[in-house]
C-alpha cells in the first residue's frame, strides 16, 4: 500500500528502486535495470513538461488572452517536474552501496510487489495509455 497524496508514483518508483537494489548481489542485471528505470523516468518527466507547455502556449495563442489560471497550472507543472527530476538526481548521485542506507520500505516489497509496481507504471507510460487507440485504427 502506498499512501496516498501527490507522488504516489515517486514512492513506487522509490520501492521499486529499493527491491532492485537490494536484490543485485543475486542478479547483475539488475544494476543496469535499476539504472534504465531512473534514466527513462528523467526522460518521461522531461517530455511531459514540454509537452504540457507546449500545449499550454497553443491554448494560449489559440485563445488571444493569457489567463491567470494558465500560468498556475504552468507554474504547478514546472514545480512537479522539478521536484520529481530533484528525486531522479539523488538516486544518481548515491552509490548503490549507500542507496541500502535510504531505504524506506523494502522490507514490504518482493517479487510479486515489485511484478505488480513494474506493470502499474508502465500502465502510466504514453504508449500503454493509447494502446486501444491504436487497436482501435
Not at 13 to 37: G, H, I, M, P, W
Request: hydrophobic fraction near 35%.
Amino acid at each position: 500500500q502506498v499512501s496516498g497524496g501527490d507522488d504516489e508514483i515517486q514512492q513506487l518508483q522509490k520501492a521499486l528502486l529499493d527491491y532492485l537494489d537490494e536484490n543485485t548481489e543475486t542478479d547483475a542485471s539488475l544494476v543496469f535495470s535499476r539504472k534504465f528505470y531512473v534514466a527513462q523516468w528523467f526522460r518521461d518527466t522531461t517530455m511531459e513538461t514540454e509537452k504540457a507547455i507546449k500545449s499550454q502556449k497553443d491554448e494560449d495563442s489559440s485563445e488571444g488572452t493569457h489567463h491567470a489560471k494558465d500560468v498556475e497550472t504552468t507554474g504547478q507543472i514546472m514545480h512537479r517536474a522539478e521536484s520529481r527530476k530533484k528525486f531522479l538526481r539523488s538516486i544518481i548521485k548515491t552509490a548503490p552501496s549507500q542507496f541500502s542506507t535510504l531505504k524506506m520500505n523494502s522490507d514490504t516489497v518482493d517479487y510479486e510487489d515489485a511484478c505488480l509496481i513494474v506493470r502499474y507504471l508502465a500502465s502510466m507510460r504514453p504508449f500503454a495509455q493509447s494502446f486501444d487507440i491504436y487497436l482501435t485504427q
